[in-house]
Nanobody
């Protein structure tokens, strides 16, 4: 059973940056697609970014150009570099691992393993 743990969240001012990390234990995820989702207060969980085994990346439109997803298979880790943060980015961020088909990359159902989440708060 793959166990995912996120870290790197916290408070940040608008325009600032954070780097989220997610490490896996209990298995290797070299062949998995890795994703980041977020859940804003009162809203459903939504897709943010994903990276496939071949390092192809996909992003939610509103984070393109500001967020970068990357992976380090040797460390069983996936990262989300978040720049130019906005108040609307405030949410609990979750990492996920799975084998979704291309058309399901942005859907929660495509991912089998989930972390517990890390809070990101963007506020002045």
């Amino acid at each position: 059973q793959v166990h995912l743990v996120e870290s790197g969240g916290g408070p940040v001012q608008p325009g600032g940056s954070l780097r989220l990390s997610c490490t896996a234990s209990g298995g290797t995820f070299n062949s998995y697609t890795l994703g980041w989702f977020r859940q804003r207060p009162g809203e459903e969980r939504e897709f943010v970014a994903s990276i496939r085994y071949n390092r192809a990346t996909y992003y939610k439109d509103s984070v393109k150009g500001r967020f970068t997803i990357s992976r380090d298979n040797a460390k069983n880790a996936v990262y989300l570099q978040m720049n130019s943060l906005e108040a609307e980015d405030t949410a609990v961020y979750y990492c996920a691992a799975g084998t979704p088909i291309l058309s399901a990359l942005s859907t929660q159902n495509g991912y089998r393993h989930w972390g517990q989440g890390t809070q990101v708060t963007v506020s002045s």
